[in-house]
T-cell receptor
Framework: GAVVSQHPSWVICKSGTSVKIECRSLDFQATTMFWYRQFPKQSLMLMATSNEGSKATYEQGVEKDKFLINHASLTLSTLTVTSAHPEDSSFYIC??????????FGNGTRLTVT | AQSVTQPDIHITVSEGASLELRCNYSYGATPYLFWYVQSPGQGLQLLLKYFSGDTLVQGIKGFEAEFKRSQSSFNLRKPSVHWSDAAEYFCAVGASTDKLIFGTGTRLQVFP
């Protein structure tokens, strides 16, 4: 079964509002989680590394103030898209590494900003 | 620079035909290599991985991949494709199992 849960699976919001996406590791602790963004028919681009108990590490070109990441516990990381605009519409996927195992991915969140 | 290239954006095969999806990488050392599959609107499912040892690795759903160091390639193969294999396939590399670099993906379409 799934070991990484992502919620919601899809969300529609109005321009200017904020949206929070949750990523949970279900039966293991993850001190690190990764957030990816995927545009239609394109690959996954790493946005940031979420670190439990410390600040997230953002990839070059990713706006820290727009994409707020909080790793509140060893099983939960959240990505908040602040003041969302239509160009933020995308598919967001989280992943979490598990000891002696490849990355486990959530099922993704489809964000549509109208 | 580290990169992954999947030369084929879109491949169409008939059900029952063999399949090979290409993946080439540029990396400083021998990386960890992965193939993931993604169905529409879904996350990624690991098909197989290569860390070390036997260069021919077996995965789920009848897939296999061969690591060729001399060619910096990690091509995915399946001897007989099923209609349910239609999906997007991503090759990925990394220094470990964590932070991965993904290729641009190959969309597989299967005709009956």
């Amino acid at each position: 079964g799934a070991v990484v849960s992502q919620h919601p699976s899809w969300v529609i919001c109005k321009s200017g509002t904020s949206v929070k996406i949750e990523c949970r590791s279900l039966d293991f602790q993850a001190t690190t989680m990764f957030w990816y963004r995927q545009f239609p028919k394109q690959s996954l681009m790493l946005m940031a590394t979420s670190n439990e108990g410390s600040k997230a590490t953002y990839e070059q070109g990713v706006e820290k103030d727009k994409f707020l990441i909080n790793h509140a516990s060893l099983t939960l990381s959240t990505l908040t898209v602040t003041s969302a605009h239509p160009e933020d519409s995308s598919f967001y996927i989280c992943s979490a590494p598990r000891a002696n195992s490849p990355l486990h991915f959530g099922n993704g969140t489809r964000l549509t900003v109208t | 620079a580290q990169s992954v290239t999947q030369p084929d954006i879109h491949i169409t095969v008939s059900e029952g035909a063999s399949l090979e999806l290409r993946c080439n990488y540029s990396y400083g050392a021998t990386p960890y290599l992965f193939w993931y599959v993604q169905s529409p609107g879904q996350g990624l499912q690991l098909l197989l991985k290569y860390f070390s040892g036997d260069t021919l690795v077996q995965g789920i759903k009848g897939f296999e991949a061969e690591f060729k160091r001399s060619q910096s390639s990690f091509n995915l193969r399946k001897p007989s494709v099923h209609w349910s294999d239609a999906a997007e396939y991503f090759c990925a590399v990394g220094a470990s199992t964590d932070k991965l670099i993904f290729g641009t993906g190959t969309r597989l379409q299967v005709f009956p």
